[in-house]
T-cell receptor, first 114, second 114 residues
């Protein structure tokens, strides 16, 4: 199916463990983004990527690592999970910026760190 | 520094009333201003957007008003319906070191009572 998919939808992990959240899009969009959503904070940008092998930090990058070896995939890794990283994570993608553009979001991954 | 400030945090409106959500931005490099709508358990989806060279844009019951000199823009929902109950985010596209990224306000939870 075309679109943007995130996996897993739900994840429980222990403090200190490494966990990777997956994001896959079928549109060949150049741009991909990772956000976390927390009550009272809205959507905060973690990392974004303009193309394969081009990534940059957003507002809250500490404790996260990303890679983009293929245009369609943009995994987010928590190297050593902490309770403060309990959140809902959203991946998004958009066309290369040419005037108006729309970002399309996945369904989200609810991550709980215990 | 919060680049996009959104208010109110929550809003209760009676069916048929007008819902108004306000946003102010700091970064004059923003050049496209979308509003996203999010229902519980779903990812955000584009609702309506405006370019800064336009003062108003209307799509059905939804209108964006834009004041470039004041660096403010607002969403008006006319004849609000219970189905409009959702979280609304204003946003701006910002140029970063590795391309453009979508920066969000903290969101407004709208409840339309029947």
């Amino acid at each position: 199916d075309a679109g943007i998919t995130q996996s897993p939808r739900y994840k429980i992990t222990e403090t200190g463990r490494q966990v990777t959240l997956m994001c896959h899009q079928t549109w060949s969009h150049s741009y991909m983004f990772w956000y976390r959503q927390d009550l009272g904070h809205g959507l905060r940008l973690i990392y974004y990527s303009a193309a394969a092998d081009i990534t940059d930090k957003g507002e809250v990058p500490d404790g996260y690592v990303v890679s983009r070896s293929k245009t369609e995939n943009f995994p987010l890794t928590l190297e050593s999970a902490t309770r403060s990283q309990t959140s809902v994570y959203f991946c998004a993608s958009s066309h290369q910026r040419q005037g108006n553009t729309e970002a399309f979001f996945g369904q989200g991954t609810r991550l709980t760190v215990v | 520094q919060q680049q996009v400030k959104q208010s109110p945090q929550s809003l209760i409106v009676q069916k048929g009333g007008i819902s108004i959500i306000n946003c102010a931005y700091e970064n004059t490099a923003f050049d496209y201003f979308p509003w996203y709508q999010q229902f519980p358990g779903k990812g955000p989806a584009l609702l309506i957007a405006i370019r800064p060279d336009v003062s108003e844009k209307k799509e059905g019951r939804f209108t964006i008003s834009f004041n470039k000199s004041a660096k403010q823009f607002s969403l008006h929902i006319m004849d609000s319906q219970p189905g409009d109950s959702a979280t609304y985010f204003c946003a701006g596209w910002d140029e970063g070191q590795a391309g453009t990224a979508l920066i969000f306000g903290k969101g407004t939870t709208l409840s339309v009572s029947s």
